[in-house]
């Protein structure tokens, strides 16, 4: 039903923008994520530290006038020695040693420039955590709310940078199930630099924050903190 | 396994929550805009006192963008410095303030194609539904023989490298966005072949049909017009040693003697070519830009010191009406600093 009202609602937003001549634009962007994914699992459990990981992603926006939407997908996997983050099942908790997981973002937003540099921007966030050891895998999936913004520093830089919160998500294992609830946030600074009209990169550093608790009242919390370069290619249509 | 969905009840009612909230601010965001969509600022009415005719042709911002360009760079020598266009586009920019009410007048000096660029697109950010927008360029210009195609040439052009000018169609795009944005736009261009950037279009008006009524009839019209100091063909860069090219000599001189409260471009076009071409081996243009809406409206040049016959000059009054700051500040966002603004900055995501 709600899915239903955010659809007709972005359906009128885009009905009220195809009525004007704002300035339309579309961006492709790849992204390279270096990072190190540090938790805590609770009280019972471990603390863990991933040795190396990292994700790769691919993002695609469509900006009209100071309204914005983009999809972006994120892939990546991260390797944990001795110490890894538990998994949580219908069943109760199943300690982890030594694991790799694979981990899956995909975000849907739509944005809008309430201000000349700065927006809000509505995401909704699917994240699935992949133990590759064992055909197990958890995902949360929430809506977040968030600012971005930037400030141009010459023609060539410009610095911008991002907070946005989950204030609750559910988490189901592989069957579908609901094994919890959780919520997460997420901070980004970064810098642009301008190649010409068409060509950009950019880098930062990303730090991502997830508190989740279980249907059993454990709880586990963990960051992701990376820095990343990235890449985008965008043309006026 | 039966799950307990006791465990959670707070959680659901703070999700439904922020799902609310959500909703109601996609809601403010459709009624944004709206808002700027229908945006309305400064505009001038003139008032002749002496016999208490008012006319209230426009009511938007009077903006332009004036390019000068002298000293190129080319370090291959193709592009040899000209010696009069920066003070053509000075001259261009001091008139259109001080005698005809542009409150918004952006001089650009030895622009690069860049500069031009984002110049043109910062103008475009911040010009408002009934604004008035002119670009004014002087410099270099180039016509590609094969492809009939012709180019603006920035100071940092490079040879006979194409992609170091700026392309005609890339200079109608750019004005387009800003016309798609504002009721009146005109581009005046001095440089060698710029009548290949205008289709000629008439608006078939003899002198005695320029009314009261015509003016607020044309006022009212989308207009999207171009001057350009020569058709296909080379034009000159200093007039009798003015420190002019004779386009713009005669443009300025006609701005300057005008005399009429408003002057349309029809009548500046026709009264500067048969100046320019009775004067000099070259015969400049006019006409329309076309696909970018022109509806035979007219672009309208306000005079703020007029002469009126039979009446004290003390007794004429030109009134530039200005909405107060904070009201004007809803609006829309101006960028102050337009040559900053990055076309692209990142997706956030969580």
């Known amino acids: 039903m709600l899915v239903k009202k955010l659809f007709l609602m972005l359906l009128l937003i885009l009905l009220s923008i195809s009525n004007s001549s704002a300035d339309q634009r579309l961006t492709f962007g790849a992204k390279l994520l270096g990072a190190v994914w540090k938790g805590d699992n609770g009280a019972g459990g471990t603390d863990y530290e991933s040795n190396e990981g990292g994700q790769f992603g691919l993002n695609v926006s469509y900006k009209i006038g100071d309204f914005y939407t983009g999809l972006n997908l994120q892939r990546g996997e991260y390797d944990f020695n001795n110490r890894a983050p538990d998994k949580f099942t219908p069943a109760g908790r199943v300690s982890n040693t030594s694991v790799k997981i694979q981990q899956t973002d995909v975000d849907l937003l739509f944005g809008y420039y309430f201000w000349s540099q700065v927006s809000l921007f509505v995401d909704i966030k699917n994240v699935t955590n992949n133990w590759l050891d064992d055909p197990y895998s958890q995902n949360f999936l929430g809506i977040g709310l968030g600012t971005s913004g930037y400030i141009p520093i010459n023609d060539r830089w410009t610095l911008f940078g991002s907070f946005g919160f989950i204030g609750s998500g559910e988490i189901k294992d592989n069957n579908d199930v609901k094994v919890g609830e959780g919520s997460s946030w997420a901070l980004e600074v970064g810098t642009i630099y301008t190649i010409n009209e068409r060509h950009f990169v950019n880098a930062g550093i990303k730090t991502r924050n997830y508190s989740f608790e279980y249907l059993d009242s454990s709880k586990q919390d963990y960051n992701i903190n990376a820095i990343f370069i990235g890449y985008n290619y965008s043309f006026s249509l | 396994m039966v799950i307990d969905m006791r465990n959670f009840p707070h959680k659901q009612i703070l999700g439904k929550k922020i799902l609310s909230i959500v909703i109601t601010m996609l809601g403010f965001t459709a009624l944004l805009i709206h808002d700027v969509s229908v945006a309305e600022t400064r505009g001038i009415t003139i008032e002749k006192t002496a016999n208490t005719q008012s006319s209230n042709v426009n009511k938007g911002v009077y903006r332009a963008l004036i390019i000068g360009n002298n000293e190129y760079r080319d370090e291959q020598g193709k592009w040899e410095s000209l010696s009069t266009a920066v003070t053509d586009a000075r001259e261009v920019a001091r008139l259109l303030k001080q005698q005809y009410g542009f409150t918004d007048v952006i001089l650009l000096e030895n622009a690069t194609r860049r500069d031009v660029l984002y110049a043109l697109e910062a103008l475009a950010n911040r010009s408002l539904k009934n604004d008035n927008v002119l670009i004014y360029y002087a410099g270099h210009g180039f016509l590609d023989d094969e492809t009939n195609k012709g180019f603006w040439v920035p100071v940092d052009a490079t040879g006979s490298d194409h992609t170091t000018f700026l392309r005609n169609s890339t200079i109608r795009d750019e004005v387009s966005s800003i016309a798609s944005r504002v009721q009146h736009t005109l581009l005046i261009s001095d440089s060698c072949f710029s009548g290949s950037l205008l289709r000629t279009a008439s608006r078939g008006i003899s002198e005695s049909d320029y009314t009261e009524k015509y003016f607020e ?76 809406g022109d509806e035979l409206g007219e672009f309208i040049f306000i005079k703020l010191d007029v002469e009126i016959e039979g009446v004290d000059p003390d007794r004429v009054k030109v009134e530039v009406n200005v909405i107060p700051v904070d009201k004007e500040k809803k609006t829309k966002k101006v960028n102050r600093q337009p040559a900053k603004q990055p076309k692209v900055v990142p997706i956030p995501t969580l």
Do not use: W
């Not at chain 2, 009798?240 to 408003?262: A, D, Q, V």
């Not at chain 2, 500067?272 to 081996?281: F, G, K, L, S, T």
């Open chain 2, 217 to 292: 009839k044309v006022s009212k019209k989308k207009s999207v017009q171009i001057m350009a100091a020569g058709g296909f063909e080379f034009v000159d860069d200093d007039y009798r040693e003015s420190g002019h090219s004779p386009f713009t000599y005669f443009l300025i001189n006609e701005l300057k003697t005008n005399n009429s409260p408003m002057l349309t471009v029809s009548q500046l076009s026709g009264n500067v070519e048969r100046a320019v071409a009775n004067n000099v081996d070259q015969v400049p243009e006019s006409g329309v830009l076309q696909g970018a």
